[in-house]
């Protein structure tokens, strides 16, 4: 009951001291609420867009890290293909000689 009537009294007090305010007073605290307010959405729309970019960072990363794997592969598939070896290989069963000065790598 105690809590009711401090209540009540409180929201009397606050509507006396509203009635009392200007219109100037109350644009200007109208003002500042709804700068707030303003504010408090902008907030909200920059961390989502925010999280957003971030998530499309990670996915464009991602595909970096996957064509950096696919570089790397067909690079280790070009060393295999041009090895000493394997060149020789394939001269002797065209029964061709192996001579390292005519080889050449095109970059």
Do not use: C, P, W
Not at 51 to 73: F, P, S, T, W, Y
Not at 78 to 94: F, M, Q, T
Request: hydrophobic letters at 45%; glycine letters at 4%; zero cysteines.
């Amino acid at each position: 009951m105690l809590q009711e009537q401090r209540k009540d009294a409180t929201m009397r007090i606050i509507s006396e001291k509203i009635k009392t305010f200007s219109r100037v007073e109350k644009a200007f605290y109208g003002s500042i609420v709804l700068s707030g307010l303003t504010l408090a959405i902008g907030i909200v729309f920059m961390q989502t867009r925010l999280l957003q970019v971030q998530a499309q960072m990670a996915h464009v990363n991602q595909e970096i890290n996957n064509k950096q794997v696919e570089i790397d592969d067909a690079e280790q598939a070009v060393n295999e293909l041009i090895r000493d070896s394997r060149l020789l290989e394939i001269a002797e069963k065209a029964g061709l000689t192996y001579n390292n000065d005519n080889v050449g790598v095109a970059e």
